[in-house]
T-cell receptor, first 113, second 112 residues
Framework: DAGVTQSPTHLIKTRGQHVTLRCSPI?????VSWYQQVLGQGPQFIFQ???????GRGNFPDRFSARQFPNYSSELNVNALLLGDSALYLC????????????FGPGTRLTVL | QKEVEQDPGPLSVPEGAIVSLNCTYS??????FMWYRQYSRKGPELLMY????GNKEDGRFTAQVDKSSKYISLFIRDSQPSDSATYLC????????????FGTGTKLQVIP
């Protein structure tokens, strides 16, 4: 079975631009969560979606938004990019939405210049 | 003060050694305790999770949780070079949504 997939793998943007990151969960998984991992740090929770509804939001500005589609795939959007948004963006999926059983994708590495 | 504290290492051990990795936390609401392994430029991989206090064993890995001390540990027996990775502890409460709080990760190198 395919695991969590994310696209693109790498992305380079400039300050002020907008970016969209995509995630496809494991088949049968209805929950998707997004995390930001800055180099040398642990992942930080951004959003969780379950059955297309937002279930939780971390301490991130409104420039960050996300949505989940009927097929349970998800997009993370970041507006007005800042240098500090450079990070590995991870998507995780689970069947029930419980954080202790989530599976992570390989991530999208975003570099903001 | 961070909710979860973890020594970033790096920690270097010889092959076959017993490795001890630890985290402390401040939020007494945490009920679920997880350990992830992350290889360079990859996503984290769940190794095991524990609910509340106690021990859990899975092959060469043993997780321990001491809620009274707010201290969790992961032990790796007979360490192998393939265990070389960053180990992240993670925690969550039993709230309405499943926000997971991670430590910064400990980088482990097992030397052949």
């Amino acid at each position: 079975d395919a695991g969590v997939t994310q696209s693109p793998t790498h992305l380079i943007k400039t300050r002020g631009q907008h970016v969209t990151l995509r995630c496809s969960p494991i088949s049968g998984h209805k929950s998707v969560s997004w995390y930001q991992q800055v180099l040398g740090q642990g992942p930080q929770f951004i959003f969780q979606y379950y059955e297309k509804e937002e279930r939780g939001r971390g301490n991130f500005p409104d420039r960050f938004s996300a949505r989940q589609f009927p097929n349970y795939s998800s997009e993370l959007n970041v507006n007005a990019l800042l240098l500090g948004d450079s990070a590995l963006y991870l998507c995780a999926s689970s069947t029930t939405g419980m954080g202790f059983e989530q599976f992570f994708g390989p991530g999208t590495r975003l570099t903001v210049l | 003060q961070k909710e979860v504290e973890q020594d970033p290492g790096p920690l270097s051990v010889p092959e076959g050694a017993i490795v001890s990795l630890n985290c402390t936390y401040s939020n007494s609401a945490f009920q679920y305790f997880m350990w992830y392994r992350q290889y360079s430029r990859k996503g984290p991989e769940l190794l095991m999770y524990t609910y509340s206090s106690g021990n859990k064993e899975d092959g060469r890995f043993t997780a321990q949780v001491d809620k009274s001390s707010k201290y969790i540990s992961l032990f790796i027996r007979d360490s192998q070079p393939s265990d070389s990775a960053t180990y992240l502890c993670a925690m969550m409460d039993s709230g309405g949504y499943q926000k997971v709080t991670f430590g910064t990760g400990t980088k482990l190198q097992v030397i052949p």
